[in-house]
């Protein structure tokens, strides 16, 4: 951020989930007020890999810009930045031992923890492992500039997901020049001081950040304590050259795990912990470091050359809240790169542009598993394994201008993933075993720019998502589960998009219909979370944002997803789910945000619905829906020079509302309900210098 203030920023826009240069019209810059004469800026996106204007791609995406993702906000979780984006649904924002669970048009919904189905990039580096499992912990708020989500299939572009895309960009020195300093503090033991810097000199910049967390938690059991530390240094070669250094640190010495509760629990006591929670000490601890390496040519002859490497270490522990086989850990080496040449040309004449490119990314984890006692006692080593997962692929996409008007766009993506386990314990023989997948991803769309300023697209693809090796863990013993394999997807989107200058309104519509094979779903056994493929599911809905300035100082936003995800074919034994909802997801969501700002001051309340939803493949257990209403404000003065103080303060869940935080899916003895905190209060307060 630049500017006499930590919040600099023009009137428009602030929250939409629609990229917000699509509605800046013009300002004085004496008055901010909005001049008689109208501009469409010219809108990127990125996160497809093949960059384009936002009004000639045919896919379904969304960004949030800084101002959203700072403003007034905690800056701890991604669901702050995130509650705006129509078809996106997160869970798990208060237990950080198990992590934010995040679904895009229903994938994603069955991770136990992290994120699945969904490929996850920071400063171009993938976070996203090559079984397909990602991690949201080291991801650092206080840096991010841009985040853009693509909702649908990304197998072209990334492989291995099949809801799509979270991209997230940090700040360069060019960026955030300066030093900011930010401290916060709420209910529930809540702290958090974070401090960043920025700047140039000659061909040099950098941007550094790094930031404390505290957190005792609703619940008992539920503490965490976190230190992040995101930097990078840039270095312009020359000629269109440039080279990037990423490092980025860290350590969550604890995070407590209280557990999920049963109905009678939670009416006894919902701030309660787990029995097992507390007589095992539920948790986990992480320390992991990154570097990377980016290396861009703009002038690699006719286009342009981006090379990228990375390398991450993480050591992990985890204490899970049952009686078992439930102290596991591992050492983890993961590193890859990646090559990307992009070029424009004409022929014929038509205007041809195209990305391609190759990726590979190993990982390598040192595991274990120990027996618990009832008491808390460590036992014997039940698992000592090396897990290998390896991934290459090799991706083309091109976009041929037709006319003005129709843009076509072609992608094609071949992966090869595998999968190997070495048991080095071998305790009831060798439960070794490797698997091997390769998989075509394609895609085809079709751009309709009518109006400049308005859009219709089609776009249908395919993607695939295979199975990590937890969801390969054996209910029937060790080794890899013989009967699991990947699940498939088959895409289709119709959308629009636009902006109306003269209303100041800018509108996102979005119908899609997705097909899924084989079907990956969770169930307990003994505790434990394992998986099967569920036959064929079906996922159709419209998903529907609109931002809309309908005075200088005020802002309306919103965001409206009406979906149907349903086991078309499914049938196990012991029962039969075909056209039964898919659990964890509510099928209707509605975010609005009502902003007033007059300068630094401002103030947002925001009110969100979240539908019913079902916790069982079988339906019967089932929760209501409920509205949530948060509010933020805050203000802010330049104090000369470069120096500038703000102030900010918010109230989550206003109105005392009970709910659940997390519901954990097709869980045993009716262990479901993870309740989440009441009304809770943060404030803080922001200096530049």
């Known amino acids: 951020m630049v500017g006499s203030s930590a919040w600099a920023q023009a009137p428009l826009p602030s929250q939409s989930p629609l990229p917000s240069e699509s509605a800046v019209r013009e300002y004085r810059a004496e008055d901010g007020h909005v001049s008689d004469h109208q501009v469409l800026p010219t809108v990127s996106v990125s996160a497809p890999r093949l960059a384009r204007e936002l009004y000639a791609t045919p896919a379904a995406i969304s960004t ?11 800056r701890v979780r991604l669901d702050e930045s995130l509650a705006g984006v129509p078809g996106v649904y997160l869970q798990n924002r208060d237990n950080f031992a198990q992590g934010q669970r995040i679904a895009i048009r229903g994938f994603g919904s069955r991770a136990a923890f992290g994120v699945r189905g969904i490929t996850v990039r920071v400063d171009g580096i993938p976070y996203t492992l090559p079984d397909g499992q990602a991690q949201l912990d080291a991801i650092d708020l206080e840096s991010a500039e841009r985040i853009e989500v693509i909702r649908g299939p990304a197998a072209v572009a990334y492989g291995n997901a099949a809801g799509g895309v979270i991209d997230i960009t940090t700040a360069r020195g060019d960026d955030a020049e300066g030093w900011y300093a930010r401290a916060s503090g709420g209910s529930d033991g809540y702290r958090k001081a974070s401090l960043r810097h920025g700047g140039s000199v000659g061909d040099w910049s950098h941007h550094i950040s790094v930031s404390a967390l505290g957190v005792d938690g609703y ?100 204490q899970l809240p049952y009686v078992g086989d439930s102290r596991l850990g591992y050492q983890r080496d993961y590193y890859g790169g990646s090559v990307e040449y992009r070029q424009s040309f004409e022929t014929l004449p038509i205007p041809l542009s195209y990305v391609a490119g190759i990726d590979a990314a190993r990982q390598e984890d040192d595991r274990f598993r120990r027996q ?11 698992v000592t394994e090396r897990q290998t997962a390896s991934s290459l692929g090799l991706f083309w996409q091109g976009d041929a201008e037709l006319t003005e008007q129709w843009l076509l766009s072609l992608g094609a993506r071949f992966d090869r ?38 859009q219709v697209y089609f776009s249908t693809g395919t993607a695939f998502e295979t199975p990590t090796f937890t969801e390969f863990a054996n209910p029937a013993g060790a080794g890899f589960n013989p009967g699991i394999e990947p699940q498939k997807a088959w895409n289709r989107e119709l959308g629009m ?21 084989d079907e990956l779903v969770p169930f307990e056994q003994g505790g434990r979370t394992f998986y099967e493929n569920a036959g064929d599911t079906s996922r159709d809905g419209v998903e529907l944002a609109l931002g809309w300035q309908w005075a200088d100082a005020w802002r309306w936003d919103t965001a409206l997803t009406l979906a149907r995800y349903r086991f078309d074919r499914f049938e196990t034994p012991a029962e039969s ?30 009110a969100q619905y979240v539908g019913s939803q079902v916790a069982d493949n079988a339906n019967e257990v089932g929760v209501d829906s409920y509205w949530l209403v948060n509010l933020r404000a805050g203000d802010g003065w330049a104090l000369g020079g470069n120096t500038s103080l703000n102030v900010f303060a918010g109230v989550r869940n206003l109105f005392d509302r009970e709910y659940y935080g997390n519901l954990r899916i097709n869980a045993n003895f009716g262990r479901y309900y993870e309740p989440a905190p009441g009304r809770t209060f943060y404030a803080g307060i922001e200096t530049r210098f």
């Open 219 to 318: 619940r008992e059991r539920s503490s965490t304590e976190k230190y992040l530390l995101n930097a990078n240094v840039r270095r312009e070669l020359g000629s269109a050259r440039a080279l990037t250094l990423m490092l980025n640190l860290l350590e969550n010495p604890r995070s407590q795990d209280p557990g999920a509760l049963t109905l009678a629990e939670v009416s006894r006591g919902r701030d309660q912990a787990a029995p097992n929670a507390l007589a095992l000490d539920a948790g986990q601890r992480v320390d992991q470091q990154l570097i990377g390496l980016h290396y861009e040519d703009l002038a690699a002859g006719p286009g342009e050359l981006h090379v990228r490497g990375f390398y991450s270490q993480r050591d992990f522990e985890q």
């Open 577 to 606: 789910v075909d056209g039964n909802r898919l659990p964890g997801l509510p099928e209707r969501t509605w975010n609005n945000q009502l902003t007033w700002q007059s300068g630094e001051r401002f103030a947002t309340v925001e």
């Open 372 to 382: 618990v006692s009832a008491q808390g006692a460590v036992g014997e080593t039940l």
């Open 64 to 74: 949030v810009e800084r101002e959203s993702i700072a403003r007034g906000q905690q």
């Open 417 to 454: 993933v595998a999968l190997d386990t070495d048991d080095r314990l071998r305790r009831e023989g060798d439960a070794s075993g490797e698997r091997t997948f390769t998989e075509w991803s394609g895609s085809l769309g079709l751009s309709y720019r009518y109006l400049p300023e308005h």
């Open 497 to 517: 998009r636009g902006y109306l200058a003269s209303q100041a309104l800018e509108y996102d519509v979005a119908l899609f219909s997705v097909e899924v094979r």
